[in-house]
């Protein structure tokens, strides 16, 4: 389904890449994408949907995306072992800030209009964005920024991610007045050191292409404070939002047909494993919430509540900051791939922002219905960078987010303007 181009891992990889439908001189809109990966892995070109031609063409935009460094190459926290290394638990997202001043100074080059630029990712990508709209260095160097299943509120603690550097020290066997040793240790070997401690400073952090604790740091300086807890950064008070997640995000069936026909006990069983005694109320008002849901669908949409719940808590203490508008979705649209066993799952609406869903047949199927909600959904993309508002003729009329009514625009066959799809559902999850 998603084709994976991993590309050539390496250390000289600080590039761009750019689509423009002309260099004319025109002022187009600049959307620059971030891809996911958690902070650990990832490419801007490692699937399909990142091929930003199609995008550049229906919306006369030009399109960005980039590498970076990733890992511990990018969010190993030495700093406390002397000031050359006071940065070092951020560089990834310095690497990042670099990209943008790029475009800000060449991206007229290219037909682009240098004032007004969207940062917009997925999934990590989506934290990434998030933590520069939190960076004073990235401050005035983009105008609209858009979050896709990525809503982290927080990052590390300098002390949660001082103890991961401690650990991949000790891994290496390399002292505190080693630590200039790093420099000579080989890719190969630091990348094998960085799992081993990432597993033994916080095993639950562990995972491929999570994140984890290799993520940027709240340092005081070039993050002064987590992004969006407890409230959301005044520094991007002034930047619309567009954020929002997939329906079933992490719980899918694509390599598990079994789970088609799961019983509403192993429903109850895996749901009470998690949350205990609140699980029969949770169950209860997700039923309520979907009645035509079979038991692994409740399964699925119950633990993609929290990442639905990040996302709405952003929008709203981004909201409560005044002007200008947040604006909240939902993708539901199922795809036909294997049955329909994937769902609305994690990625699934990458070749429908990009407006390549037939690119992407193998997630998408390439059919006119998913051709056509491409469309609507790569609109709604185009028109938030280009103005601020993701509203457009194809799409039912889509109000800014309000704490009271939680108005969320619903992508699917039909789609549709809905308060609060899922709020009684969601409260359930928090008590």
């Known amino acids: 389904m998603f084709e994976w181009d991993d590309g050539q891992p390496g250390e000289d990889m600080l590039r761009v890449n750019v689509w423009t439908p002309g260099l004319d001189n025109r002022k187009r809109p600049v959307m620059v994408w971030l891809h996911g990966g ?32 990733l890992n511990a190459l990018g969010y190993l926290n030495l700093a406390a072992y002397g000031e050359r290394y006071e940065s070092s638990a951020n560089v990834g997202m310095l690497d990042l800030v670099l990209a943008l001043e790029w475009v800000r100074d060449n991206i007229a080059n290219f037909g682009g209009d240098p004032g007004n630029v969207m940062i917009f990712g997925q999934s990590g990508g989506g934290s990434k964005v998030s933590t520069l709209m939190a960076m004073p260095a990235a401050k005035g160097l983009f105008h609209k920024a858009a979050i896709q299943s990525g809503s982290a509120l927080r990052q590390n603690t300098a002390e949660e991610s001082g103890r991961l550097a401690a650990a991949l020290l000790n891994e290496l066997g390399i002292s505190a007045a080693q630590v200039d040793q790093l420099q000579t240790i080989p890719a190969a070997a630091l990348m094998e050191a960085q799992e081993k401690a990432l597993r033994s400073a916080n095993p639950q952090a562990a995972g491929a292409g999570g994140g984890g604790g290799w993520r940027p740091t709240a340092d005081g300086k070039l993050l002064p404070a987590q992004p969006f807890d407890p409230v959301a950064p ?99 649209w199922q795809t036909p791939v294997l049955d329909g066993r994937p769902r609305a799952f994690h990625c699934a609406e990458l070749p429908f922002v990009f407006n390549n869903t037939d690119r992407c047949a193998a997630m998408t199927g390439g059919t006119a219905e998913a051709r056509e909600l491409g469309g609507k959904v790569s609109d709604a993309w185009i028109n938030f960078a280009r103005k601020g508002d993701p509203n457009h003729s194809g799409l039912p009329k889509w109000p800014a987010f309000s704490a009271e009514k939680v108005p969320t625009m619903v992508f699917d066959k039909t789609c549709e303007l809905k308060n609060d799809p899922d709020g009684e559902a969601r409260r359930t999850l928090r008590g």
């Open 38 to 69: 958690g902070f650990s892995a990832g490419s801007g070109q490692e699937l399909k949907s990142y091929d930003g031609e199609s995008l550049a063409r229906r919306g006369d935009v030009v399109m960005v995306s980039l590498n970076h460094r």
């Open 234 to 332: 005044a520094i991007s008070a002034s930047v619309p939002l567009l954020v929002g997640t997939v329906l079933n995000e992490q719980t899918h069936g694509i390599g598990h047909p079994e789970y088609e026909s799961m019983s509403a006990e192993e429903v109850k069983k895996r749901i009470t494993d998690r949350y205990g005694e609140k699980s029969a109320s949770i169950i209860e008002a997700y039923r309520r919430a979907f009645p035509k849901a079979k038991p692994f669908d409740v399964l699925s949409v119950i633990l993609a509540g929290p990442s639905r719940q990040n996302a709405v808590t952003q929008a709203e203490r981004k909201t409560a900051l005044g002007t200008p508008p947040v604006y909240l979705y939902w993708f539901t």
